[in-house]
């Protein structure tokens, strides 16, 4: 029986912080010297790809479209924030807030005592011991942050979505467009 589905999207050739277009530096811990904050937006960010409904930047930030936004309006799922994003109409930084699903990470590397995190987190499981039945209809997010803090794009932890079989059903007749699935 499937419990739910962690949802991915597809890249969008873009960077929410780059080196070259910032009014506001990213915030990053002076101990490790990675970025902390995964909800922080730089308002010189410009999206390239513009043809998904759900999709990641280089470094790990989920944006959806107006589209996506007004199903979730449509459908009562309100645990979600749509972030403007200045210069970007009609997209927007995506944060599922509350509804967490308990997550367990198969590598973890290097922890920082400044910033409480990890450099590396990945390699994602759901603990499926923990929930009673398939979820309800909505939007949930893991209640780890993963990715890895490192390499050229320099990405922040960020949480993994996660939707019930029948928020997926509906998303597939909604003919969202980028959405991957995986289920649990
Ligand atoms: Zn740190």
């Given amino acids: 029986m ?3 589905y962690a949802l991915f999207g597809q890249d969008n050739d ?3 912080f780059n080196e070259l277009d910032v009014l506001v530096k990213p915030s990053k811990c002076d101990g490790c010297g990675y970025r902390t904050e995964y909800q922080q937006i730089n308002n ?3 999206i390239k790809r513009k043809s998904f409904d759900l999709s990641y930047t280089y470094d790990g930030i989920a944006i959806a479209s107006l589209r996506f936004k007004e199903f979730c309006n449509r459908n009562n799922y309100n645990n979600i924030l749509f972030k403007e994003l200045e ?3 009609g997209f927007y930084q995506i944060i599922v ?3 967490l699903i308990p997550f367990t990470a ?3 590397e290097e922890f920082c005592d400044k910033c409480s995190q990890y450099r590396t987190v990945v390699d994602y499981k759901v603990d499926t011991e923990r929930i009673i039945g398939p979820l309800q209809d909505g939007f949930y997010r893991s209640d780890l942050l ?3 803090r490192m390499g050229k794009h ?3 932890l960020h949480p993994i979505i996660v939707v019930a079989p029948l928020t997926k059903e509906k998303m597939r007749k909604e003919k969202l467009k980028g959405l991957t699935f995986e289920s649990f």
């Fill in 2 to 4: 499937v419990l739910g």
């Fill in 14 to 16: 873009s960077e929410m």
């Fill in 44 to 46: 010189l960010f410009k």
């Fill in 87 to 89: 210069g970007n109409l």
């Fill in 97 to 99: 807030h509350d509804k």
């Fill in 106 to 108: 198969n590598l973890v």
């Fill in 146 to 148: 993963f990715g890895g």
């Fill in 154 to 156: 320099d990405s922040p």
